[in-house]
Every structure is written in C-alpha cells, then in structure tokens.
C-alpha cells in the first residue's frame, strides 16, 4: 500500500487530535505540520514530524503532500481552505468550513473545479450508534417522525473568566455557541433523517456582556485562566441558543446549545420518535443506543457489530464491553475519507464542503431569526445528495 502524505495545519487542541486519529488509519504518513507558534517546532520533533513551519505557505510549497487539514482557528478557515484547494491537495477541514455561507459556497466550487475531495469534520456522525440510528431510520424501524429534541451542553465558558478566541466576533465569527456546538447538532439530525433543516426560530442568550481576558495563552478546554494581570474584553456573540427547527417532512423539534451550563462537560444528546419506536444516544456515553417502545419493555443497545445494521456495522470498531468514544469517531471519519482518496467508489459517511456550506447557512438563519424575533426560512444551499449519506 503506497503511503498517504498528509500535512497539518494548526497544532492546538483539535490539531494534536487530528495527528493522534491519522496515525491509527493505515497507510497514512504525517509529513509535515505548520503553526504560527515557532515553539511548536519542539513538539513535532518529539513526536516525529520531521517537516515544520511557522509559514503554511511554505509547507504547502515545499513539501509533497497528498491531503491536508485545516485545523487553524474559525476565521482563518476560508484562506486556509482555499490555498490548500489551490495547491491541488485534498482537504479535511475543522469546522465551521467558513465564518460566511458565500465563502463556503467559493470553497464547494473550487473543491470541484479542482477536483479534489474536500470533507468537514463533523465528527459526531461518525459515532457507531449515531450510523446505527440512521440505519434504523433506513429500515423504517421507527416510522413517521413523532418528536426530535437535541441539547448540547458544555460548561467550560461558565466564568467571566473564562476566555477563549472564540468570544471575538473577528476571530470566532458573529455566532459563537449556535456556529461552535449547535452545527454538529445540525449535522448529526441532518444526516440521521436524512432531511434538511429548512426553517428555524432562534433565541440567543448572552450570559456575560463583558468577559476579563489574560493574555496568557491557553488551549480551549484547558480550564480557567491563570494570571495576576486581567483586562477587560466585551462579549461579541451568543453564550446559549434555543433553537427551533422544521425539517423537509414538516416535523418540528428543538435544539438547545450552551456553553455555561455548570457541570456539562460535551453533553450531546440526541432524541428521535418515531410512531414506532425511539432511539437516544448521549455522547458522553457513546456505546450505548437507548431504544423505546410504547409498548414493552425499552432497550439499551450496545456497540457491538453483531448487533447493529448492517449500514452501521463497519463503524464498530471494538468488540462488546470496550467503550468506543470520541477520538474513534474521529479516526472512523478521517479512515473514510482516505479510502475514498485511495477509491472513488468507497461508501462515503464523512460530511462533505456542501454539507458544510448548508450548515453555514442555518447558522446564519438563525442569528437572522435571533434578531428579528421570528421564523427565518432557509433558501439557497445545495440539496443533499444522497449517495453523500447512503
């Protein structure tokens, strides 16, 4: 098996993670990593990336790569995106894909004028239970939609401490916790239904109007800042969102997202009725499927291969009793897209620069709806195509 070169752009928190899931999928080499911190030059070394750069410019010039992720903050997405497109690699971009559906829409067309494939990483759909939830909407095990509700809750911007890039409209984007959590919430419900968000009704909340910021770096998630020195920055986007939904067939559910949620660590949770049965899976536990019935007992549904669909199979990596969680849906999304590099005509479950691009525009749907206190219908975007989810 020829190996795959793959180079890596940005080395925060989602960076280190990317390199962790791209060395357990066979074949792949990471050749080469870039960060604006020239101390970072230090840890590739220590973990065996021979090529680095400040520049990622002159990593995508001087060093032959096959592929490369974007893993450099929201506001960056877009000239990162398109120089890495305008190379001729293929993409795996962090998401949001851009902080505007206009870029996003530019990155789709150029993706396919350069005919590269070019992913986003939506890395909850890549979970076993939540294929095994699509496969069971597949096979009509649940029948017509009865009710849908997600939340999606963190705790670690509680503070008025508590500061991270995201906060900065320049560098976040105009929606913080609907762009940051809220579109997986997006993904996830779109690809398990298959059907797209077409109108929303949005309330944000803003816990904090002002924020105390240390200058001291620090990755996101690595708790509260430290220093003696704190000055003060105002909050530029959304703490909270409650957001309604209709989807194409007419069913209306909610979402709730929130980032000061004291206690909830990366709480996704995803319900779905059907008229006959229901299914919910929790992130935080991610190899149990919970299975309701109107009549009967409930279910819980571990994650095991023997027990799933057959759609949903492939992704359940363990056998019985060895949880799989976070970083093997992120190894499960990024190995399927690297066999569609090595074979065109491999089963695509990664969510593709479209999919993206549509994302981009619910957010954008529901900052509208959040300021004009009313349902906002969402037009443009393209229409999912099916062999991108089947």
Known sequence: MQKIAVGVIGLGFIGKQHIEALRRVPGIEVAAASDADASMRNWCQANG????????????????????????????????????????????????????????????RLAKEKDRLAAVNFNYRNNAMVQEMKGRVQEGRLGG???????????????????????????????RATADIGSHC?????????????????????????RKYCKEKRETFSGGQKG??????????????????RLEGGIIGNIAVSQVCAGKKNGLKVLISGEREAVQWEQENPDKLWIGHRDGGNEVLYADGKYLTDYAKSFAVLPN????????????????????????????RYAN????????????????????????????????EKKQSD
Not at 323 to 337: C, E, H, K, M, S
């Open 145 to 175: 939609f009865s009710h849908i509700q997600l939340e999606y809750l963190q705790d670690w911007l509680l503070y008025d401490t508590d500061f991270d890039w995201r906060i900065s409209r320049e560098t976040g984007g105009e929606s």
């Open 228 to 245: 003696d020195t704190y000055e003060v920055a105002d909050v530029e986007n959304e703490d909270a969102a409650h957001i309604l939904f």
């Open 353 to 384: 620069f479209e999919d993206g691009y549509y994302i981009s525009k619910i957010v954008e749907a529901c900052i509208e709806s959040s300021r004009l206190n009313r349902w906002v219908e969402i037009k443009g975007g393209e229409k999912y």
């Open 321 to 348: 009793g060895h949880p799989a969680g976070w970083t093997d849906a992120l190894t499960n999304g990024i190995g399927n897209f690297y066999s569609q590099i090595r074979d065109r005509k491999s089963n695509i």
């Open 49 to 108: 990336i021979e090529n680095f750069y400040v520049n990622y410019q002159d990593m995508l010039k001087k060093v032959k790569l096959d592929a490369v992720h974007d893993c450099t903050p929201n506001h960056m997405h877009f000239e990162v995106n398109k120089a890495i497109l305008e190379s001729g690699r293929h993409v795996y971009s962090e998401k949001p894909l851009t902080l505007r559906s206009s870029e996003a829409l530019e990155l789709c």
């Open 186 to 210: 997006f993904d996830t419900l779109q690809f398990i239904t298959g059907e797209r968000i077409t109108a929303v009704y949005a309330v944000f909340h803003q816990q904090y109007r002002k």
